[in-house]
């Protein structure tokens, strides 16, 4: 099966690199291994993020995730898995189990791909925004997040990323963070959703293309001109541009063109 938690959970972290929070990938819970899917820890350096996608607006110093993708079902069993996951996780962080942290420094996402019709028959889901709900799961709060029901805007982009939804997906990778990292990452969804049949209008050559032209300035003009021969490079350059290229006076730029112009004048 393809790993979707490990592609998910490496795109959350680029998105908060270098914010004021931390990620933490497959929290190991016990002795017997547990793993939450994503932990986003506030750490009190770098930038807060001047907005966050939706349903993360609330977030806390702790913040949980567990991750469904559209080849899983976020069930009853998942949310009671994630809340025992929680009170495991609030034990490890706490100073001492006499002196647990606040029940306020942390925050339950569910995260899932698919909106979870067999849950929400169970349980009421009280609606937050468009694709965010809530719901009481024991005495507990936990927001949930249907990516393929969020809103296509910039603030979005690593939700619509995990969409599976064709359109959501270009516009999650136009307008998704920028960086080296992102990129081998975005190669990498790309891949799993060809190795799943589910036909993407934008492809990665176009991403690496869009790349290019959006970053390309940063590099020395040296650097970019050496990939290319000489031919290229003069390539729909006008004559009188060739000619200064040589050093040439703007005079002698003058009256070589003038003459290559007469030349072609018919006799």
Not at 4 to 18: K, N
Request: glycine fraction near 6%; proline fraction near 4%.
């Amino acid at each position: 099966m393809i790993d979707w938690h490990r592609i998910f959970g490496l795109v959350v972290t680029e998105h908060f690199e270098a914010t004021s929070y931390t990620v933490e990938l497959e929290k190991d819970l016990s002795l017997k291994q547990q793993f939450l899917d994503v932990v986003i820890i506030e750490n009190g350096e770098g930038e807060t993020p001047s907005e966050f996608p939706d349903g993360l607006e609330n977030m806390s110093a702790h913040n949980l995730i567990t991750y469904k993708s559209h080849q899983e079902s976020l069930d009853d069993w998942t949310l009671d898995e994630f809340l025992s996951y929680f009170v495991n996780y609030r034990k490890q962080v706490s100073p001492s189990m006499k002196k647990l942290l606040p029940l306020g420094d942390f925050r339950r996402y569910a995260v899932s791909t698919r909106y979870p019709r067999k849950l929400a028959g169970m349980v009421p889901f009280r609606q937050i925004g468009e694709g965010v709900y809530e719901v009481g799961w024991a005495v507990r709060r936990i927001r949930i997040i249907v990516l393929s029901r969020i809103p296509r805007v910039k603030r979005n982009a690593l939700w619509l990323l995990f969409s599976t939804l064709p359109e959501n997906v270009k516009y999650g990778v136009e307008h998704c963070r920028h960086s080296g990292e992102m990129s081998t990452l975005i190669n990498d969804l790309f891949k799993k959703y060809q190795m799943e049949g589910i036909a993407m209008p934008y492809t990665m050559e176009d991403y690496q293309r869009d790349y290019v032209r959006e970053h390309v300035h940063k590099l020395p003009a040296e650097e970019v001109l050496n990939k290319f021969s000489i031919e290229d490079r003069l390539r729909g350059l006008p004559l009188e541009d060739r000619l200064r290229g040589l050093g040439l006076s703007e005079e002698e730029v003058r009256k070589i063109t003038e003459s290559i112009e007469s030349r072609k004048q018919p006799k």
